[in-house]
């Protein structure tokens, strides 16, 4: 059963930038896509960002231009690179993979 473990999270001034690592348990980290997602208070969890095994990303369309997902596969590690952030980026950020989550780290974007 694979574990994912985030960090990376905290508080910071708008137009700040925060950068999101995930660590993976196991074998196998580079056959799988990796995705991160983010829930705010009173709000549905949604889908940020997604990279495939080949590298190829996709972004919501309130991240594109700011934020960037990357994996280092001999780390098992996944990356979400966040700047220009905004208050409406505020919530908690969490790695997925498949039907396994993360425990979520907490981003307060606040003056």
């Known amino acids: 059963q694979v574990q994912l473990v985030e960090s990376g999270g905290g508080l910071v001034q708008p137009g700040g930038s925060l950068r999101l690592s995930c660590v993976a348990s196991?074998?196998?980290?580079?056959?799988?896509?990796m995705a991160w997602y983010r829930q705010a208070p009173g709000k549905q969890r949604e889908l940020v960002a997604r990279?495939?095994?080949?590298?190829?990303?996709n972004y919501a369309e309130s991240a594109k231009g700011r934020f960037t997902i990357s994996r280092d596969n001999a780390k098992n590690t996944l990356y979400l690179q966040m700047n220009s952030l905004k208050p409406e980026d505020t919530a908690v950020y969490y790695c997925?993979?498949?039907?396994?989550w993360g425990q979520g780290t907490q981003v307060t974007v606040s003056s």
């Open positions: 997925n993979r498949m039907s396994t």
């Open positions: 196991g074998s196998f980290f580079s056959s799988f896509a």
């Open positions: 990279i495939f095994t080949n590298s190829n990303t």
